[in-house]
């Protein structure tokens, strides 16, 4: 399988990725894996945490009271 090398990584880079990489119980080099995985893959697709999170998020925001504009959200979905 190919490799990557990444030199002059700055030590506070590594230090939060290896603080990513242990709250998520991963090493560090499957963090940096999902990662690089995650920014290279299609746009608009969303992993299983991702959905989570996000639809997490929109309940919250409509448990406070706190709700989108609709017109926005049809008129970008009838652009797709």
Known sequence: MPQALIRNLDVSVLNRLKTRAAAHGRSLQAELKRILEQAARE?????????????????????????????GLIREDRMR
Not at 50 to 67: C, D, N, P, Q, Y
């Open 43 to 71: 746009p608009d697709r969303l992993t299983v945490e991702e959905f989570i999170a996000k639809t997490a998020r929109l309940r919250r925001g409509a448990k406070s009271g706190v709700l989108r504009d609709s017109v």
